[in-house]
């Protein structure tokens, strides 16, 4: 069974604050997404990296995928109370099954 | 633009009752897949399938079954429902799931008394 650990598990900070969450696996994945989840609804995609060593940014958000493709991270930039959240990491198999991490839940008060 | 549509959004059984959850997807997606989401476990994959008439197991299959007869719907359903079972689901499709985005529906609240 593939695992991936996140952490922290729990995370609350204050506005402007940076930030930095880790998801790891002794398992190699095609590729590595990362949602979002707001409480009561589903979670949304917020990037796909698919390259070894690759990184994305998305305004204050950025994503980097591991060399060896079993780990990435995600670092947040001045943190403010909208990107409050859960955020999960998501390993592509290749098999049409994508294996979730365990979740870090962010709280960024004003 | 309607998504993914997940019925009921809350549920309560008791043990032993049989129920079905509902989804379907207006995106004409060929990936359709089921998740349970719990307190510091993340998602879980309890079944998906590629497309119409094709289903395969996930990682915690055992107490559920599905059904694909057709593109749009991808029920779930509870033969004989356990307090084990009390979790949050959750309805996904996808184009391609290796690297495509899933999109995921509202979820449904489930609690086994």
């Known amino acids: 069974t593939q695992l991936l650990e996140q952490s922290p598990q729990f995370l609350s900070i204050q506005e402007g604050e940076n930030l930095t969450v880790y998801c790891n696996s002794s398992?190699?994945?095609?590729?590595l997404q990362w949602y979002r989840q707001e409480p009561g609804e589903g979670p949304v995609l917020l990037v796909t990296v698919v390259t070894g060593g690759e990184v994305k940014k998305l305004k204050r958000l950025t994503f980097q995928f591991g060399d060896a493709r079993k780990d990435s991270s995600l670092h947040i930039t001045a943190a403010q109370p909208g990107d409050t959240g859960l955020y999960l990491c998501?390993?592509?198999?290749?098999?049409?099954?994508?294996?979730f991490g365990t979740g870090t839940r962010l709280l960024v008060s004003p | 633009n309607a998504g993914v549509t997940q019925t009921p959004k809350f549920q309560v059984l008791k043990t032993g009752q049989s129920m079905t959850l509902q989804c379907a997807q207006d995106m004409n997606h060929e990936y359709m897949s089921w998740y349970r989401q719990d307190p510091g476990m993340g998602l879980r994959l309890i079944h998906y399938?590629?497309?119409?008439?094709?289903?395969d197991q996930g990682e915690v299959p055992n107490g559920y079954n599905v059904s694909r007869s057709t593109t749009e719907d991808f029920p779930l359903r509870l033969l004989s429902a356990a307090p084990s079972q009390t979790s949050v689901y959750f309805c996904a499709s996808s184009y391609l799931v290796s690297t495509g985005e899933l999109f995921f529906g509202e979820g449904s609240r489930l609690t086994v008394l």
């Open positions: 398992s190699v994945f095609s590729s």
């Open positions: 998501a390993g592509g198999t290749g098999f049409q099954k994508l294996v």
């Open positions: 399938s590629v497309g119409a008439g094709i289903t």
